[in-house]
């Protein structure tokens, strides 16, 4: 690995740090024939993140899995870094490699994470539908794949933008001392029937819901009607 790496702080009005790694898998940057755009942006839209002073890391690898690798060991177990964004590395061609190097790293998967960002991708085009992204944790650092194009790398990202203030809060304190969401769903926002929330206040439900869905019916209604509405 021959990249320097570069922090920036970007300030807000807050006391609480968020540390986040953004990695550019490519194998035409980390030669300089090519200018990562994708990185930059990915940190850009995280700096945006209200409520932090985000610290942010930048780092280039090319396509090799374990380059990929030892970056992500060494950000989550040294360094501890609370968020980690790849952004490349994600399709169908044979040195597009980054879910493979993650998966060898993760412990624990988050498929949530990456259906949100599968079906907010397919409301801009049906490729989405060829990216091979993984989400999930090691320690206490949440790690996301996003594609490598500068498009496709913001809006999976802005998809998942809003729940990843409780997701890391969850992880920095393993769930002791954050409280349950109480917030209404948006009046913007299809539910599907088999939505539950964590106070008393009364929800509408889908009539022809009968309150539980399987797991593959509950993303087929929402991919359908995020795509439809």
Known sequence: MNQT???????????????????????????????????????????CLKGYNVIITTFIVPDEVEEIKTVLKHWTDDVKLNLILTTGGTG?????????????????????????????????????????????????????????SVKGAKESLEAVLAVLPHALSLLEDNGGTVPHYQTKP??????????????????????????TCDFLHHVFHLTISYIYR
């Open 186 to 211: 948006k009046e913007n926002v299809v539910q599907c029937g088999c939505y539950q929330q964590e106070d008393d206040t009364n929800i509408t439900k889908n009539p022809d819901s009968s309150g």
């Open 92 to 148: 169908f061609s044979c040195r597009d490699l980054t879910p493979e190097a993650t998966k060898q790293v993760l412990e624990r998967e988050a498929p949530g994470l990456q259906i949100g960002m599968f079906v907010a991708g397919l409301k801009s085009t049906p490729f989405s539908m060829l990216s091979r992204a993984v989400c999930g944790v090691r320690k206490s650092t949440l790690i996301l794949n996003l594609p490598g």
């Open 5 to 47: 790496k570069e922090e920036k702080n970007v300030h807000f009005n807050t006391d609480k740090n968020l540390f986040v790694g953004v990695l550019t898998v490519s194998d035409r940057c980390s030669k300089g024939v090519q200018e990562d755009k994708s990185g930059p942006k990915v940190a850009e839209v995280i700096s």
